[in-house]
Protein backbone atom coordinates (compact mmCIF):
# COMPACT_ATOMS: atom_id res chain seq x y z
CA UNK A 1 0.00 0.00 0.00
CA UNK A 2 2.76 2.41 1.09
CA UNK A 3 4.27 1.60 -2.50
CA UNK A 4 1.46 2.77 -4.42
CA UNK A 5 0.92 5.51 -1.93
CA UNK A 6 4.33 6.51 -2.69
CA UNK A 7 4.11 6.10 -6.63
CA UNK A 8 1.07 7.87 -7.23
CA UNK A 9 1.01 11.09 -4.88
CA UNK A 10 3.91 14.09 -3.71
CA UNK A 11 2.82 14.55 -0.05
CA UNK A 12 1.49 11.45 1.59
CA UNK A 13 1.60 10.19 5.60
CA UNK A 14 0.53 6.92 7.03
CA UNK A 15 0.19 6.29 10.53
CA UNK A 16 -0.61 3.31 12.10
CA UNK A 17 -2.20 2.37 15.39
CA UNK A 18 -2.19 -0.69 17.90
CA UNK A 19 -4.05 -1.33 20.94
CA UNK A 20 -3.17 -5.01 22.59
CA UNK A 21 -4.53 -5.48 26.52
CA UNK A 22 -4.89 -8.18 28.56
CA UNK A 23 -7.51 -7.72 31.32
CA UNK A 24 -9.70 -9.83 33.76
CA UNK A 25 -13.34 -8.95 34.59
CA UNK A 26 -15.55 -9.59 37.48
CA UNK A 27 -18.89 -8.33 36.98
CA UNK A 28 -22.16 -8.69 38.89
CA UNK A 29 -22.94 -12.50 37.14
CA UNK A 30 -19.39 -14.05 38.05
CA UNK A 31 -18.18 -15.65 41.01
CA UNK A 32 -14.11 -15.44 39.71
CA UNK A 33 -12.54 -12.93 37.47
CA UNK A 34 -12.80 -13.87 33.59
CA UNK A 35 -9.96 -13.10 31.24
CA UNK A 36 -10.41 -11.01 27.91
CA UNK A 37 -7.93 -9.65 25.22
CA UNK A 38 -8.52 -7.25 22.99
CA UNK A 39 -6.59 -6.41 19.64
CA UNK A 40 -7.32 -3.54 17.27
CA UNK A 41 -5.29 -1.99 14.83
CA UNK A 42 -5.86 0.80 12.57
CA UNK A 43 -4.26 2.62 9.64
CA UNK A 44 -4.97 5.84 7.90
CA UNK A 45 -3.47 7.64 5.52
CA UNK A 46 -3.41 11.63 4.55
CA UNK A 47 -2.79 12.37 0.30
CA UNK A 48 -2.52 14.97 -2.07
CA UNK A 49 -2.02 15.67 -5.67
CA UNK A 50 -1.01 19.20 -4.81
CA UNK A 51 -4.35 20.40 -5.82
CA UNK A 52 -6.70 18.14 -3.53
CA UNK A 53 -6.27 16.23 -0.88
CA UNK A 54 -8.27 13.03 0.63
CA UNK A 55 -8.20 10.29 3.48
CA UNK A 56 -9.29 7.26 4.45
CA UNK A 57 -9.00 4.87 7.26
CA UNK A 58 -9.54 1.33 8.35
CA UNK A 59 -9.13 -1.10 11.15
CA UNK A 60 -8.94 -4.67 12.29
CA UNK A 61 -9.94 -6.55 15.56
CA UNK A 62 -8.13 -10.41 16.40
CA UNK A 63 -8.91 -12.68 14.08
CA UNK A 64 -10.46 -10.48 11.21
CA UNK A 65 -8.86 -10.38 7.98
CA UNK A 66 -8.63 -6.58 6.11
CA UNK A 67 -10.24 -6.73 2.77
CA UNK A 68 -8.37 -5.38 -0.19
CA UNK A 69 -8.08 -1.38 0.07
CA UNK A 70 -7.79 0.57 -2.78
CA UNK A 71 -6.70 4.12 -2.68
CA UNK A 72 -9.48 6.46 -3.30
CA UNK A 73 -8.98 10.13 -5.35
CA UNK A 74 -8.58 13.21 -3.30
CA UNK A 75 -11.44 14.81 -2.72
CA UNK A 76 -11.20 17.84 -0.71
CA UNK A 77 -10.18 21.05 -2.41
CA UNK A 78 -7.91 22.09 0.60
CA UNK A 79 -4.11 21.91 1.19
CA UNK A 80 -2.34 19.49 2.86
CA UNK A 81 -0.06 20.49 5.66
CA UNK A 82 1.71 17.76 7.30
CA UNK A 83 5.11 19.00 9.15
CA UNK A 84 8.50 19.31 6.57
CA UNK A 85 10.15 17.38 9.54
CA UNK A 86 13.34 14.92 8.80
CA UNK A 87 13.01 12.62 12.11
CA UNK A 88 13.64 8.63 12.20
CA UNK A 89 13.36 7.81 15.75
CA UNK A 90 12.02 4.57 18.20
CA UNK A 91 10.59 5.39 21.60
CA UNK A 92 9.24 3.67 24.45
CA UNK A 93 7.10 4.62 27.73
CA UNK A 94 6.08 2.86 30.16
CA UNK A 95 7.21 -0.26 32.05
CA UNK A 96 7.45 -3.75 30.59
CA UNK A 97 6.91 -5.47 34.15
CA UNK A 98 4.67 -8.14 34.40
CA UNK A 99 1.05 -7.71 36.23
CA UNK A 100 -0.85 -10.54 38.11
CA UNK A 101 -4.05 -8.55 37.12
CA UNK A 102 -6.00 -11.15 38.10
CA UNK A 103 -4.71 -11.41 41.73
CA UNK A 104 -4.73 -7.61 42.17
CA UNK A 105 -8.58 -7.59 41.00
CA UNK A 106 -9.09 -10.16 43.57
CA UNK A 107 -6.98 -8.28 46.43
CA UNK A 108 -8.97 -5.43 45.45
CA UNK A 109 -12.40 -6.32 45.80
CA UNK A 110 -11.17 -8.56 48.85
CA UNK A 111 -9.68 -5.22 50.69
CA UNK A 112 -12.91 -3.30 49.69
CA UNK A 113 -15.10 -5.62 51.54
CA UNK A 114 -12.74 -6.19 54.69
CA UNK A 115 -12.81 -2.34 55.15
CA UNK A 116 -16.50 -1.20 54.56
CA UNK A 117 -19.23 -1.24 57.07
CA UNK A 118 -21.99 -2.03 54.73
CA UNK A 119 -22.58 -4.71 51.84
CA UNK A 120 -20.13 -4.56 48.94
CA UNK A 121 -21.95 -5.33 45.84
CA UNK A 122 -19.88 -5.94 42.63
CA UNK A 123 -21.35 -3.53 39.62
CA UNK A 124 -17.89 -4.14 37.27
CA UNK A 125 -14.09 -4.19 37.72
CA UNK A 126 -12.06 -4.36 34.77
CA UNK A 127 -7.90 -4.77 35.71
CA UNK A 128 -5.25 -5.22 33.39
CA UNK A 129 -2.10 -4.18 30.89
CA UNK A 130 -2.25 -2.28 27.82
CA UNK A 131 0.18 -1.96 24.33
CA UNK A 132 0.31 0.90 22.52
CA UNK A 133 2.02 1.47 19.36
CA UNK A 134 2.06 4.58 17.48
CA UNK A 135 3.93 4.59 14.09
CA UNK A 136 3.85 7.57 11.28
CA UNK A 137 5.52 7.56 8.06
CA UNK A 138 5.76 10.23 5.38
CA UNK A 139 7.24 11.75 2.46
CA UNK A 140 8.59 14.43 4.16
CA UNK A 141 11.03 11.88 6.05
CA UNK A 142 9.51 11.25 8.71
CA UNK A 143 9.78 7.24 10.26
CA UNK A 144 8.69 7.71 14.22
CA UNK A 145 7.32 4.82 16.23
CA UNK A 146 6.44 4.39 19.51
CA UNK A 147 5.52 1.77 22.25
CA UNK A 148 3.65 2.58 25.11
CA UNK A 149 2.49 0.14 28.12
CA UNK A 150 0.17 1.70 30.70
CA UNK A 151 -1.90 -0.31 33.81
CA UNK A 152 -5.05 -0.12 34.92
CA UNK A 153 -7.98 -0.88 37.20
CA UNK A 154 -11.29 0.64 36.93
CA UNK A 155 -15.25 0.21 37.43
CA UNK A 156 -17.76 0.72 39.84
CA UNK A 157 -18.37 -0.85 42.91
CA UNK A 158 -21.88 -0.99 44.75
CA UNK A 159 -22.51 -0.78 48.62
CA UNK A 160 -26.07 -0.96 50.43
CA UNK A 161 -26.65 0.32 53.98
CA UNK A 162 -30.04 0.02 55.48
CA UNK A 163 -31.83 -0.73 52.44
CA UNK A 164 -30.16 2.50 50.62
CA UNK A 165 -27.66 1.32 47.49
CA UNK A 166 -25.36 3.45 46.08
CA UNK A 167 -22.57 3.10 43.53
CA UNK A 168 -19.31 4.62 43.05
CA UNK A 169 -17.10 4.98 40.02
CA UNK A 170 -13.58 4.68 40.20
CA UNK A 171 -10.54 4.53 37.58
CA UNK A 172 -6.74 4.13 37.84
CA UNK A 173 -4.45 4.27 34.69
CA UNK A 174 -0.34 4.36 35.48
CA UNK A 175 2.48 3.60 33.13
CA UNK A 176 4.08 1.88 36.38
CA UNK A 177 1.74 -0.67 38.60
CA UNK A 178 3.79 0.43 41.05
CA UNK A 179 1.88 3.07 41.16
CA UNK A 180 -1.28 1.88 41.88
CA UNK A 181 -1.86 1.57 45.41
CA UNK A 182 -4.66 -0.91 46.37
CA UNK A 183 -5.21 -0.25 49.87
CA UNK A 184 -4.77 3.50 49.07
CA UNK A 185 -7.44 3.19 46.29
CA UNK A 186 -9.84 0.94 48.63
CA UNK A 187 -9.73 4.01 50.84
CA UNK A 188 -10.65 6.62 48.59
CA UNK A 189 -13.42 4.68 47.09
CA UNK A 190 -15.15 4.26 50.58
CA UNK A 191 -14.13 7.48 51.64
CA UNK A 192 -17.24 8.29 48.45
CA UNK A 193 -19.97 6.53 49.97
CA UNK A 194 -22.03 8.58 51.73
CA UNK A 195 -24.90 6.89 53.16
CA UNK A 196 -27.88 8.66 55.17
CA UNK A 197 -27.42 11.65 53.37
CA UNK A 198 -30.24 14.10 53.40
CA UNK A 199 -31.01 17.31 52.01
CA UNK A 200 -29.19 20.85 53.32
CA UNK A 201 -29.92 24.16 53.07
CA UNK A 202 -29.56 26.03 50.37
CA UNK A 203 -27.34 29.03 49.71
CA UNK A 204 -23.83 29.62 49.43
CA UNK A 205 -21.06 27.18 50.18
CA UNK A 206 -17.49 26.93 49.68
CA UNK A 207 -16.80 23.52 47.89
CA UNK A 208 -13.89 21.37 48.00
CA UNK A 209 -13.64 19.06 44.63
CA UNK A 210 -11.29 15.93 45.03
CA UNK A 211 -8.19 15.85 41.58
CA UNK A 212 -10.82 13.19 39.76
CA UNK A 213 -13.69 15.72 39.97
CA UNK A 214 -11.40 18.96 39.38
CA UNK A 215 -9.98 16.97 36.55
CA UNK A 216 -13.87 17.11 34.83
CA UNK A 217 -13.68 20.90 35.52
CA UNK A 218 -9.99 20.96 33.80
CA UNK A 219 -11.82 19.31 30.58
CA UNK A 220 -14.25 21.00 30.39
CA UNK A 221 -12.23 24.54 30.27
CA UNK A 222 -10.08 22.77 28.40
CA UNK A 223 -12.07 22.67 24.65
CA UNK A 224 -11.87 26.14 24.14
CA UNK A 225 -7.97 26.70 24.16
CA UNK A 226 -7.86 23.76 20.69
CA UNK A 227 -6.96 25.80 17.50
CA UNK A 228 -9.77 24.21 15.61
CA UNK A 229 -12.40 25.69 17.61
CA UNK A 230 -10.61 29.15 17.33
CA UNK A 231 -10.20 29.17 13.64
CA UNK A 232 -14.17 28.03 13.54
CA UNK A 233 -15.17 30.61 16.04
CA UNK A 234 -16.39 27.70 18.36
CA UNK A 235 -14.56 29.10 21.07
CA UNK A 236 -14.74 31.43 23.91
CA UNK A 237 -10.89 32.88 23.32
CA UNK A 238 -9.55 34.23 19.89
CA UNK A 239 -5.89 34.67 19.58
CA UNK A 240 -5.80 38.58 20.38
CA UNK A 241 -6.39 36.80 24.14
CA UNK A 242 -2.95 35.86 24.09
CA UNK A 243 -1.54 37.55 26.80
CA UNK A 244 -4.77 38.54 28.16
CA UNK A 245 -5.56 37.81 32.31
CA UNK A 246 -8.04 35.28 32.74
CA UNK A 247 -8.08 33.44 35.73
CA UNK A 248 -6.25 33.97 39.13
CA UNK A 249 -2.47 34.59 39.86
CA UNK A 250 -2.21 31.09 41.24
CA UNK A 251 -3.98 29.53 38.04
CA UNK A 252 -0.44 27.57 36.09
CA UNK A 253 -2.15 25.19 33.12
CA UNK A 254 0.53 22.93 31.30
CA UNK A 255 1.02 20.55 28.78
CA UNK A 256 3.85 18.32 29.85
CA UNK A 257 6.41 16.44 27.38
CA UNK A 258 9.02 16.40 29.95
CA UNK A 259 7.54 16.50 33.36
CA UNK A 260 11.21 16.64 34.96
CA UNK A 261 11.18 20.17 34.44
CA UNK A 262 8.12 20.72 37.06
CA UNK A 263 9.88 19.89 40.39
CA UNK A 264 6.59 20.01 41.81
CA UNK A 265 4.78 17.24 40.20
CA UNK A 266 7.46 15.36 38.13
CA UNK A 267 6.76 12.65 40.65
CA UNK A 268 3.66 11.77 39.64
CA UNK A 269 3.48 13.14 35.92
CA UNK A 270 6.02 10.73 34.80
CA UNK A 271 3.38 8.17 35.05
CA UNK A 272 0.84 9.79 33.40
CA UNK A 273 -0.75 7.39 30.43
CA UNK A 274 -0.70 10.67 27.91
CA UNK A 275 2.82 11.44 27.65
CA UNK A 276 4.23 11.16 24.52
CA UNK A 277 7.06 11.58 22.59
CA UNK A 278 5.49 13.10 19.13
CA UNK A 279 2.26 14.14 18.37
CA UNK A 280 0.29 12.45 15.48
CA UNK A 281 1.81 14.32 12.64
CA UNK A 282 4.88 13.19 14.08
CA UNK A 283 6.48 16.91 15.62
CA UNK A 284 8.50 16.95 18.34
CA UNK A 285 6.78 18.04 21.24
CA UNK A 286 7.56 20.12 24.20
CA UNK A 287 6.22 21.36 27.47
CA UNK A 288 4.27 24.68 27.26
CA UNK A 289 2.05 26.90 29.46
CA UNK A 290 -1.58 27.06 28.00
CA UNK A 291 -2.15 29.28 31.09
CA UNK A 292 0.63 31.50 33.03
CA UNK A 293 -0.27 33.40 36.13
CA UNK A 294 -3.51 33.38 35.11
CA UNK A 295 -2.59 34.54 31.58
CA UNK A 296 -3.73 32.86 28.48
CA UNK A 297 -0.22 31.89 26.63
CA UNK A 298 -0.51 29.40 24.08
CA UNK A 299 -3.35 26.98 22.15
CA UNK A 300 -3.51 23.76 21.50
CA UNK A 301 -2.66 23.86 17.26
CA UNK A 302 -0.92 21.64 14.90
CA UNK A 303 0.12 22.34 11.48
CA UNK A 304 -3.09 23.72 10.09
CA UNK A 305 -4.66 25.02 12.62
CA UNK A 306 -0.94 27.22 13.15
CA UNK A 307 -0.56 28.36 9.77
CA UNK A 308 -4.60 29.94 10.18
CA UNK A 309 -4.02 31.35 12.74
CA UNK A 310 -0.91 32.88 12.49
CA UNK A 311 0.53 31.53 15.86
CA UNK A 312 3.02 29.45 17.18
CA UNK A 313 2.46 25.50 16.60
CA UNK A 314 2.83 23.76 19.68
CA UNK A 315 2.53 20.20 18.25
CA UNK A 316 -0.34 19.21 20.05
CA UNK A 317 -2.18 17.06 17.27
CA UNK A 318 -3.72 14.36 17.82
CA UNK A 319 -6.34 11.43 16.50
CA UNK A 320 -8.71 10.66 19.70
CA UNK A 321 -10.52 8.29 16.79
CA UNK A 322 -7.76 6.40 14.90
CA UNK A 323 -9.88 6.45 12.47
CA UNK A 324 -10.57 10.02 11.78
CA UNK A 325 -7.95 13.22 10.47
CA UNK A 326 -5.86 14.67 13.82
CA UNK A 327 -6.98 17.80 15.25
CA UNK A 328 -5.46 19.94 18.12
CA UNK A 329 -5.98 18.51 21.84
CA UNK A 330 -4.07 18.02 24.86
CA UNK A 331 -2.24 14.97 25.51
CA UNK A 332 -0.67 15.32 29.45
CA UNK A 333 -1.95 18.32 31.20
CA UNK A 334 -1.12 19.64 34.14
CA UNK A 335 -2.60 22.37 36.70
CA UNK A 336 -0.13 22.94 39.27
CA UNK A 337 -0.57 22.99 42.69
CA UNK A 338 -0.99 25.41 45.33
CA UNK A 339 0.59 25.70 48.78
CA UNK A 340 -2.30 25.34 51.25
CA UNK A 341 -2.82 21.91 52.90
CA UNK A 342 -6.88 20.02 52.63
CA UNK A 343 -6.53 19.98 56.09
CA UNK A 344 -6.59 23.60 57.18
CA UNK A 345 -9.77 24.02 55.77
CA UNK A 346 -11.38 21.50 57.46
CA UNK A 347 -13.23 23.69 60.16
CA UNK A 348 -14.12 26.21 57.90
CA UNK A 349 -17.85 26.11 58.38
CA UNK A 350 -20.40 25.95 55.38
CA UNK A 351 -17.71 24.10 53.26
CA UNK A 352 -18.89 20.90 51.28
CA UNK A 353 -16.66 18.02 50.22
CA UNK A 354 -18.11 16.99 46.98
CA UNK A 355 -17.81 13.31 46.13
CA UNK A 356 -18.97 12.65 42.85
CA UNK A 357 -20.79 15.45 40.25
CA UNK A 358 -23.36 14.54 37.60
CA UNK A 359 -24.35 16.44 34.62
CA UNK A 360 -21.45 18.79 33.35
CA UNK A 361 -21.63 17.56 29.77
CA UNK A 362 -25.21 19.59 29.83
CA UNK A 363 -23.10 22.76 30.51
CA UNK A 364 -21.97 25.43 28.20
CA UNK A 365 -18.54 25.40 27.16
CA UNK A 366 -17.62 28.49 25.94
CA UNK A 367 -19.41 30.90 28.36
CA UNK A 368 -18.41 28.58 31.35
CA UNK A 369 -21.93 28.46 32.83
CA UNK A 370 -23.03 24.90 34.73
CA UNK A 371 -25.54 23.50 36.93
CA UNK A 372 -24.67 19.65 38.20
CA UNK A 373 -26.32 17.70 40.58
CA UNK A 374 -23.47 16.46 43.37
CA UNK A 375 -23.31 14.20 46.78
CA UNK A 376 -20.70 14.42 49.23
CA UNK A 377 -20.60 15.55 53.23
CA UNK A 378 -20.04 19.15 55.54
CA UNK A 379 -16.40 18.68 55.57
CA UNK A 380 -16.41 20.04 59.12
CA UNK A 381 -19.26 17.72 60.36
CA UNK A 382 -18.92 14.78 58.31
CA UNK A 383 -22.52 14.81 57.73
CA UNK A 384 -23.57 13.03 54.46
CA UNK A 385 -25.59 15.20 51.85
CA UNK A 386 -27.42 13.89 48.70
CA UNK A 387 -29.64 15.57 45.77
CA UNK A 388 -27.87 18.88 45.75
CA UNK A 389 -26.79 20.93 42.83
CA UNK A 390 -24.33 23.19 42.29
CA UNK A 391 -24.15 26.48 39.62
CA UNK A 392 -22.00 28.49 38.69
CA UNK A 393 -19.63 30.05 35.97
CA UNK A 394 -16.07 28.30 35.79
CA UNK A 395 -14.68 30.90 34.71
CA UNK A 396 -15.19 33.62 37.01
CA UNK A 397 -14.81 30.83 40.06
CA UNK A 398 -11.02 30.21 39.09
CA UNK A 399 -10.30 33.84 39.12
CA UNK A 400 -9.84 33.30 43.25
CA UNK A 401 -10.03 29.51 43.68
CA UNK A 402 -7.78 27.68 46.51
CA UNK A 403 -5.88 25.41 44.98
CA UNK A 404 -4.32 22.91 47.94
CA UNK A 405 -1.14 21.12 47.86
CA UNK A 406 -1.82 17.62 46.57
CA UNK A 407 -1.93 16.17 43.56
CA UNK A 408 -2.99 13.42 41.29
CA UNK A 409 -2.60 12.15 37.66
CA UNK A 410 -6.77 11.57 36.76
CA UNK A 411 -7.06 9.50 33.37
CA UNK A 412 -4.32 12.36 31.34
CA UNK A 413 -4.89 15.37 33.93
CA UNK A 414 -2.70 15.98 36.54
CA UNK A 415 -4.34 18.16 39.26
CA UNK A 416 -4.63 19.50 42.63
CA UNK A 417 -7.73 19.35 44.93
CA UNK A 418 -9.54 22.72 44.59
CA UNK A 419 -11.50 24.84 46.85
CA UNK A 420 -14.32 27.09 44.90
CA UNK A 421 -15.51 30.04 46.92
CA UNK A 422 -19.44 31.37 47.86
CA UNK A 423 -20.78 28.93 45.23
CA UNK A 424 -24.81 28.97 45.00
CA UNK A 425 -25.94 25.60 46.13
CA UNK A 426 -29.72 24.28 46.05
CA UNK A 427 -31.39 21.25 47.58
Same mark, same amino acid.
Request: charged content about 30%.
Given at each position: ????????????????????????????????????????????????????????????????????????????????????????????????????????????????????????????????????KRKIINSFGVKLEEEKNYFFIYGSVGGEKNGELQIVYFSESYLSPDKIDIRKLCDEILN????????????????????????????? $??????????????????????????????????? $????????? $????????????????????????????? /?????????????????????????????????????????????????????? $??????????? /?????????????? /???????????????????????????????????????????????????????
Amino acid at each position: MIKEIKKKYKVWEVFEYENISDEFVLSASDSIPVPQMKKIKSTSVRYSDGKKYGFFAFEKSKDERLPKISIPEPLIEEKLLIPKIKLSKRFTLGDKKKWKSQEVLIEFFSAIKQKADFKVIVDKIVCGKTREKRKIINSFGVKLEEEKNYFFIYGSVGGEKNGELQIVYFSESYLSPDKIDIRKLCDEILNDFSFGGGRIESGKYNIVLPPKVCAQFIEF $IAHNFCGDRLAKGNSRFSVKDIGKKIFGDNIYICE $IAEPESFSQ $IKDEMKFNRGLRFFDDEGGEKNNFYLVNA /GTIENFFTDEKTSKILGIKNTRCSMRQNYLAPPSPYFSALALLPGKTKREDVEN $IPKTLYVCEII /GLHTGDEVKGNFSV /GCRGYVLNSRQPFKTAVISGNIFEILKDAVLFSDFKVCGNIGTPSIMFQDIEVSS
